[in-house]
């Protein structure tokens, strides 16, 4: 069936860069999105990346797409204290479906 | 612009009563949805509407009813709580299904226990 995995926890120093990965299993996946959740928070569209593309940039984010190994991945460069949050990994399916993944808890120590 | 708004932001149930969580949106948004979120697991769906006076099921829809009387509005409601729906619930709307028109803008949650 239609599955979106994440790692659960990440722990960056402030000013490293962080890698959140994602894998997902339907291989007509339209759309691939990253969303945010602060604490106490609804989620939150980060940045998305279209299934054609292999990659997209957006100021301190960078969205790499591999579709062949169905492989996505955000990196926050010069992450910051501000950026802990839980980061949702979701898919928009070829049956007009979201699926979202776990979550991804990033920690940022100072 | 108040986006979507969910009214309660947290409630304690006793096992068997019931309760309405409410979801108002002010987008003008056709696509509405429910969803839980549980420690471990992703946001997993529960009712959908697609428009004023329609829902449908989602991923998990047992135990809980919807109805969309008014395009802004979306409840939720269970009518007799156990202790397996002790969940955080968000409610998010979209202003459609493809591509980008389907951003779904989600409100803050309301943190619910059942005992």
């Known amino acids: 069936g239609e599955d979106v995995e994440q790692s659960l926890f990440l722990s960056v120093r402030e000013g490293d860069s962080s890698v959140i990965n994602c894998t997902y299993t339907?291989?007509?996946?339209?759309?691939l999105y990253w969303y945010k959740q602060e604490p106490g928070a609804g989620l939150q569209l980060l940045t998305y990346?279209?299934?054609?593309?292999d990659m997209k940039q957006d100021q301190r984010l960078t969205v790499l797409l591999n579709k062949k190994d169905k492989h996505l991945s955000l990196r926050i460069a010069d992450t910051q204290t501000g950026d802990s949050a839980i980061y949702f990994c979701?898919?928009?399916?070829?049956?007009?479906?979201?699926?979202f993944g776990a979550g991804t808890r990033l920690f940022v120590k100072a | 612009n108040a986006g979507v708004t969910q009214t309660p932001k947290f409630r304690v149930l006793k096992t068997g009563q019931s309760m309405t969580l409410l979801c108002a949106q002010d987008?003008?948004?056709?696509?509405m949805y429910w969803y839980r979120q549980d420690p471990g697991m992703g946001l997993r769906l529960i009712h959908y509407?697609?428009?004023?006076?329609?829902?449908a099921k989602g991923e998990v829809p047992d135990g809980y009813n919807v109805s969309r009387l008014k395009k802004q509005n979306f409840l939720l409601g269970l009518e007799s709580a156990a202790p397996s729906q002790t969940s955080v619930y968000f409610c998010?709307?979209?202003?459609?299904?493809?591509?980008?028109?389907?951003?779904?803008?989600f409100g803050p949650g309301t943190r619910l226990t059942v005992l």
């Open positions: 998010a709307s979209s202003y459609g299904l493809a591509g980008l028109y389907n951003e779904q803008f």
């Open positions: 339907d291989s007509s996946s339209t759309y």
């Open positions: 990346i279209f299934s054609n593309m």
């Open positions: 979701a898919e928009r399916t070829g049956g007009f479906k979201t699926i």
């Open positions: 987008m003008n948004h056709e696509y």
């Open positions: 509407s697609v428009g004023e006076g329609t829902t």
